[in-house]
């Protein structure tokens, strides 16, 4: 009787076990995986989104700029922004002739290095006569630079050091989309905070130490 019991709650057991599920518990079940591929799959984009804008910032150039030059850059924004005075261009010297005479300092310094310094150089000059119009203007200057800048002449002929400058906040940002091995850019990022130095080095005679008034800007022109 209890072996004819045991049998009976074994085969019970085994046949609840095996039992085919219903149409329903199929559906239901494929569901469930289906929301979870889904799922993982959406996790896996996210992530990859995630790893790509960390890869992103990542790869951003680090170019330490000196202190009293970055306080040239809050008194440039607040002499044209918050007093609306602008430089006076043409500049004298211009971004071409700071460049020229960086590459005199340092072929003096180490003749070997001047062809390269003076890739990096013209490379300087391009994104800056590129970079001016779209994002080194204040909004204040737009009517200036539309004056000055006429019949094809080079932004770099025309603005000096202040403009220059800006450029070295915005080029990490725009060396991000160049394709450079890692040494490279260390070696790019060193030869970028020189020439830093050397500005600085000239902060005296290569930047202005006050801008004019729009008014006074008016009058020169008409002169």
């Known amino acids: 009787m209890d072996d004819q019991s045991t049998e009976k709650n074994t085969k019970s057991g085994r046949s609840t076990q095996n039992k085919p599920k219903s149409s329903n518990d199929a559906k239901a079940d494929k569901e469930d995986t289906k929301n979870n591929a889904t799922r993982g799959k959406k996790r896996k984009v996210q992530s990859g989104v995630e790893e790509k804008d960390k890869g992103s910032s990542e790869k951003l150039m680090n170019i330490e700029i000196p202190l009293t030059l970055k306080k040239q850059l809050v008194d440039d924004w607040e002499f044209v922004t918050e007093l609306g005075k602008l430089v006076k261009l043409p500049r004298t010297p211009n971004v071409d002739n700071i460049l020229k005479k960086y590459l005199e300092y340092r072929t003096k310094k180490d003749n070997k290095i001047a062809e390269s310094i003076g890739e990096i150089l013209k490379g300087l000059r391009c994104y800056f006569d590129k970079a001016l119009?779209?994002?080194?203007?204040?909004?204040?200057?737009?009517?200036?630079?539309?004056?000055?800048?006429?019949?094809?002449?080079?932004?770099?002929?025309?603005?000096?050091?202040?403009?220059?400058?800006?450029?070295?906040?915005?080029l990490p940002e725009l060396l991000a989309y160049v394709n450079m091995e890692e040494e490279a850019s260390a070696k790019l990022q060193k030869k970028l905070f020189d020439f830093l130095k050397y500005l600085e080095k000239n902060q005296s005679s290569f930047f202005l130490s006050t801008y004019d008034g729009p008014k006074s800007y008016s009058d020169t022109d008409e002169e």
């Open 133 to 170: 119009p779209v994002m080194l203007l204040y909004k204040e200057e737009r009517k200036q630079y539309r004056e000055m800048v006429v019949d094809n002449v080079s932004p770099s002929t025309v603005y000096g050091a202040e403009h220059l400058l800006r450029l070295f906040v915005k």
